[in-house]
């Protein structure tokens, strides 16, 4: 049974209620006004606040601050692994110095001692037992961070272990040698004699200033963008991901401004701490910045697929006649695109071109897979599960209308008149769609 709602949830509740209405459901003389758009626009606010207040984002980004202790070192250890043989890793001690500028007096201090663990990351000296170990380790960061964002995107098959091996290794080893690279391009082109000459003139020079404090966090947004779009086990499209890689970027800026002004304010108290307050302060710093990380990440969710922004993570239940027609759709989008050859169907594929949330048809999926007329093939795309001149219509309908969740009921008593009537409305049914198969619905558009 659900938790009771406190007194003060009660008198709230009513106001949200009617919030969401509004959002979600304008009066028909609001279309087309300002105060419609600023509707739609609110929307995205108004679900990134819900989906906090109720916990799931803040129980990912503490549970990803224990893996990040365990595999920080490692991590870092390993994306400069290509650097450091070629003697540059100290080119992006400035990057991570930004990142942990937030900290205070202490950033420097914590920046000097992950670098001089860097530094003694030697591969003669780990051994093949410490190697692996180390590999293990990143592994299982990448795998806890690529669970966040696919339960952000509500994936539920994520990568295999070998295209986890492969993707992510090539992106840590090569990423921070792009980024190296971007940064010399940038200063190289910053110095250019062209750039000092526009910099004598205002207010060029002034914009050029301007730019370069802007540019780590322009760098930040760039990564964001670059995680939303390669770590979730889908297809993410540009704009959705630019979207959530901005609002992340200016969010972990603005927190960053915050946290290092109530750094600087609490002196005495971090005094009480002792050695312990650089721990604490980081533990606290990295859990916003995971926080901020998955709230661009739903932002992008919630921009690619607009129609989960009104029910979130709650449970969507379509009725009965819905599900059905759901189910039909499905065979006939699967079926009809497999025998062409035109393209191969994923549930975020359907969800989107039916404009459905993916959770709303998963189980539909399921039970299809369950009566063997769908099967999920290696690249995580649906097939037919057999010739669609043997896949009845009856049987789709069978599969979907006899998916039944919970504990099953005992005999329960029957009213004879209503189970006739019921027998009779069943045999009509079956009647109606006897001996046609999905090759029949494929050849009626």
């Known amino acids: 049974a659900p938790a009771p709602m406190s007194g003060s949830m009660r008198m709230i509740q009513p106001i949200l209620t009617r919030l969401e209405h509004w959002l979600f459901e304008p009066p028909e003389s609001l279309i087309g006004k300002p105060l419609w758009t600023l509707a ?43 650097l450091k043989g070629l003697g540059y890793h100290r080119d992006l001690e400035p990057v991570l110095y930004s990142f942990l500028e937030p900290l205070g007096d202490r950033a420097y201090e914590l920046t ?28 299982s960061m990448v795998q806890k961070v690529e669970e966040s964002f696919n339960f952000v995107w509500r994936v539920e098959q994520p990568r295999s272990l070998g295209r986890r091996f492969s993707e992510y290794l090539s992106v840590m080893v090569v990423g921070p040698a792009l980024i190296v690279a971007a940064l010399g391009l940038i200063a190289a082109f910053g110095s250019s004699t062209f750039m000092q000459t526009v910099a004598e003139y205002e207010p060029f020079g002034t ?60 002196t005495q108290t971090m005094v009480i701490y002792a050695g312990f307050a650089i721990v604490i302060v980081a533990l606290f ?23 989960y922004l009104r029910p979130g993570r709650g449970e969507i239940h379509l009725n009965s006649s819905l599900r059905e027609r759901v189910a039909l759709s499905i065979m006939y989008l699967i079926v009809c695109d497999y025998r062409d050859a035109q393209r191969r169907w994923t549930i975020n594929g359907l969800a989107e071109h039916l404009e459905l949330p993916g959770a709303a ?10 009566k063997n007329l769908l099967i999920l093939a290696d690249d995580d795309t649906w097939v037919p599960g057999r010739d669609p001149d043997q896949i009845h219509l009856s049987d789709v309908l069978d599969a979907v209308r006899h998916d039944t969740a919970g504990p ?17 409305a069943e045999a009509a049914l079956k009647e109606s769609l006897k001996g046609k198969t999905v090759k029949d619905l494929m050849e009626e558009k």
């Open 40 to 82: 739609r626009i609110l929307r995205y606010p108004y679900a990134l606040v819900r989906d906090v207040m109720r916990g799931d984002l803040t129980l990912r980004a503490m549970s990803l601050i224990y893996t990040t202790l365990l595999s920080i070192v490692p991590l870092i250890a390993l994306s400069f692994s290509v």
């Open 112 to 139: 000097a001692q992950v670098m001089g663990f860097v530094d003694n990351v030697r591969g003669g000296l780990l051994g093949s037992i410490g190697l692996v170990f180390l590999l293990y380790t990143v592994i």
């Open 207 to 266: 914009g050029l200033v301007i730019l370069g404090h802007l540019m780590p966090y322009l760098l930040v947004t760039g990564v964001f963008t670059f995680m939303y779009g390669f770590i979730p086990n889908c297809q993410v499209q540009f704009r959705a991901a630019l979207i959530g890689g901005l609002f992340a970027g200016a969010l972990w800026a603005a927190s960053g401004l915050i946290f290092a002004s109530f750094i600087a304010g609490s």
């Open 285 to 307: 710093w990295l859990y916003i910045s995971w926080l901020v990380l998955l709230l661009g990440a739903q932002l992008a969710f919630y921009v690619q697929n607009p129609q």
């Open 361 to 370: 048809l998963g189980p539909i999926v399921t039970a299809l897979e369950q």
């Open 408 to 424: 099953r009921l005992g005999k329960i008593r029957d009213i004879g008149p209503a189970v006739t009537a019921a027998r009779s």
